[in-house]
């Protein structure tokens, strides 16, 4: 049996190959989605959609990710995450294929949801692996390097989804995916393959009912504003549906209460810093999300931009995003979480109200500028804020509560797209079929960044008068 000293210095070596990777499967997950943002548009043509029916291009990802990402944070916590991490990078990268091959929307959205399934593993696990092979003093950096990944592949998705739209047809930018999981798995699916497990196996512990109720509970919470916004409380299946999400809701909280291995253990949700961090995740995702699924439709309909302009108006954003990341974790690491994620929310809130200010007047360079403010303070508030929470809990729950963080910010990503719709469908726009030649009017536009700007103001509130410092 090797010494403890032994295997620390085994975990040392291992570490910089397993943040490659799981840089790599954070680079993947968002180049798909940066070039299916930039793609939205034409999609949107190429299937006679109106914005309601393509925003499920999204919405099913979200809602499949969403719903197992607590499941596969616990698994990461009992069986060995390197194991499951492949799994996921594996599955992600054949629903990648099925959605290149995709003759209808309905087919595009069933494999979008075959896709977070695969991602789930990968977003909830990415943090757990980071957490094992370093130090505490050591993973705002690392954290940051995480975040960056996530930028860079919305920087390059961007525009690349641009050309690749433009030239050779929307169908052709799910097939990026494979050769990267083949640079994956030969860099470091031998290391994730060997990494050790974080605890002893037991089928009870994974709560595969709580699992399961968690997924119904969010989906009955998300269609109930999608049927009030289609139809409001007038049919017999809307009330069925807020009847049926209500009493899963219950349910989820009571298991909460009788069961040791919850979803969401006492532990961490009576904690007053995890409550606020989670909520500031929640808010900053819906107005982020929501926000980037407009800008595409934004910039075509108003600014009459083609889907390569569309695509660098959506890097520069990542891009800036990128470069804030990682300095905002170095800072965090340096300066305290608190005040790096604080000036992140200041300019977030800065950056969202200028974008609902803005009209067919506003120059390409102002535009740029309230663009590059919103990415500059997503990259410095999201890894001060996921290292100021992951300070709390002890190691055996770290994973379920980067888990839990992850499914805060897909929660708020799923409410912020439904929160753009929702507004359109306030002005009766949500099912316009958007063929060539129909176009969104502005004001409509400017009503929902308000929305945006709205969700900033909340954070920036609660960061700057509840969360305090825990030295």
Same mark, same amino acid.
């Given at each position: 049996?090797?010494?403890?000293?032994?295997?620390?210095?085994?975990?040392?070596?291992?570490?910089?190959?397993?943040?490659?990777?799981?840089?790599?499967?954070?680079?993947?997950?968002?180049?798909?989605?940066?070039?299916?943002?930039?793609?939205?548009?034409?999609?949107?043509?190429?299937?006679?959609?109106?914005?309601?029916?393509?925003?499920?291009?999204?919405?099913?990802?979200?809602?499949?990710?969403?719903?197992?990402?607590?499941?596969?944070?616990?698994?990461?916590?009992?069986?060995?995450?390197? $194991?499951?991490?492949?799994? *996921? /990078? =594996?599955?992600?990268?054949? +629903?990648?294929? #099925? %959605?290149?091959? @995709? !003759?209808?929307?309905?087919?595009?959205?069933?494999?979008?949801?075959?896709?977070?399934?695969?991602?789930?593993?990968?977003?909830?696990?990415?943090?757990?692996?980071?957490?094992?092979?370093?130090?505490?003093?050591? $993973?705002?950096?690392?954290? *940051? /390097? =995480?975040?960056?990944?996530? +930028?860079?592949? #919305? %920087?390059?998705? @961007? !525009?690349?989804?641009?050309?690749?739209?433009?030239?050779?047809?929307?169908?052709?930018?799910?097939?990026?995916?494979?050769?990267?999981?083949?640079?994956?798995?030969?860099?470091?699916?031998?290391?994730?393959?060997?990494?050790?497990?974080?605890?002893?196996?037991?089928?009870?512990?994974?709560?595969?009912?709580?699992?399961?109720?968690?997924?119904?509970?969010?989906?009955?919470?998300?269609?109930?504003?999608?049927?009030?916004?289609?139809?409001?409380?007038?049919?017999?299946?809307?009330?069925?549906?807020?009847?049926?999400?209500?009493?899963?809701?219950?349910?989820?909280?009571?298991?909460?209460?009788?069961?040791?291995?919850?979803?969401?253990?006492?532990?961490?949700?009576?904690?007053?810093?995890?409550?606020?961090?989670?909520?500031?995740?929640?808010?900053?995702?819906?107005?982020?999300?929501?926000?980037?699924?407009?800008?595409?439709?934004?910039?075509?309909?108003?600014?009459?931009?083609?889907?390569?302009?569309?695509?660098?108006?959506?890097?520069?954003?990542?891009?800036?995003?990128?470069?804030?990341?990682?300095?905002?974790?170095?800072?965090?690491?340096?300066?305290?979480?608190?005040?790096?994620?604080?000036?992140?929310?200041?300019?977030?809130?800065?950056?969202?109200?200028?974008?609902?200010?803005?009209?067919?007047?506003?120059?390409?360079?102002?535009?740029?500028?309230?663009?590059?403010?919103?990415?500059?303070?997503?990259?410095?508030?999201?890894?001060?804020?996921?290292?100021?929470?992951?300070?709390?809990?002890?190691?055996?729950?770290?994973?379920?509560?980067?888990?839990?963080?992850?499914?805060?910010?897909?929660?708020?990503?799923?409410?912020?797209?439904?929160?753009?719709?929702?507004?359109?469908?306030?002005?009766?726009?949500?099912?316009?079929?958007?063929?060539?030649?129909?176009?969104?009017?502005?004001?409509?536009?400017?009503?929902?960044?308000?929305?945006?700007?709205?969700?900033?103001?909340?954070?920036?509130?609660?960061?700057?008068?509840?969360?305090?410092?825990?030295?």
């Amino acid at each position: 049996m090797p010494a403890k000293g032994t295997e620390a210095d085994n975990l040392f070596l291992k570490r910089h190959p397993v943040l490659i990777i799981v840089c790599l499967g954070a680079f993947m997950g968002t180049l798909d989605s940066g070039v299916v943002y930039t793609s939205l548009p034409k999609i949107a043509q190429y299937f006679h959609s109106s914005l309601a029916q393509v925003s499920w291009v999204l919405v099913a990802y979200l809602l499949v990710n969403t719903s197992l990402l607590l499941v596969c944070g616990r698994l990461g916590d009992l069986i060995a995450p390197g $194991r499951l991490y492949l799994f *996921g /990078l =594996l599955g992600f990268t054949g +629903a990648s294929a #099925l %959605c290149g091959l @995709s !003759p209808s929307l309905p087919w595009l959205v069933a494999s979008r949801a075959l896709q977070g399934l695969g991602a789930a593993f990968l977003i909830a696990l990415s943090p757990k692996l980071i957490v094992m092979v370093f130090e505490k003093k050591e $993973r705002g950096l690392p954290l *940051g /390097l =995480l975040s960056a990944s996530l +930028a860079a592949g #919305l %920087c390059i998705g @961007s !525009p690349l989804g641009g050309i690749i739209t433009t030239h050779l047809g929307w169908l052709y930018i799910f097939f990026l995916n494979i050769p990267l999981c083949v640079l994956g798995l030969i860099i470091g699916g031998g290391v994730l393959w060997r990494l050790p497990g974080g605890g002893v196996w037991n089928w009870k512990t994974i709560n595969l009912g709580g699992g399961l109720i968690l997924a119904g509970t969010l989906a009955a919470l998300f269609l109930i504003p999608t049927g009030i916004r289609d139809s409001g409380f007038k049919t017999f299946w809307a009330l069925v549906i807020l009847g049926l999400g209500l009493g899963l809701v219950g349910m989820m909280f009571r298991l909460t209460r009788l069961q040791a291995a919850s979803f969401l253990p006492p532990e961490l949700w009576r904690n007053r810093d995890f409550i606020l961090g989670s909520l500031g995740v929640m808010l900053i995702a819906a107005s982020f999300q929501g926000t980037f699924f407009l800008l595409p439709f934004f910039l075509e309909h108003i600014y009459h931009y083609t889907p390569y302009q569309s695509g660098c108006a959506l890097m520069l954003l990542a891009v800036i995003g990128a470069i804030g990341a990682p300095v905002g974790g170095y800072l965090a690491d340096q300066r305290g979480n608190l005040i790096i994620l604080r000036i992140g929310a200041v300019l977030l809130w800065v950056g969202f109200g200028s974008l609902f200010l803005s009209g067919t007047e506003t120059t390409a360079v102002a535009l740029g500028v309230k663009l590059s403010l919103i990415g500059l303070g997503y990259g410095l508030f999201v890894p001060a804020n996921l290292n100021e929470v992951l300070r709390g809990p002890r190691p055996s729950l770290i994973g379920l509560a980067a888990g839990s963080m992850s499914l805060c910010k897909k929660i708020g990503a799923l409410s912020g797209i439904t929160l753009i719709v929702a507004v359109f469908a306030w002005v009766g726009q949500h099912h316009l079929l958007l063929h060539p030649g129909a176009y969104l009017k502005l004001d409509h536009f400017r009503l929902a960044f308000a929305a945006a700007a709205l969700l900033g103001t909340v954070n920036l509130l609660i960061h700057l008068i509840l969360r305090r410092s825990r030295g």
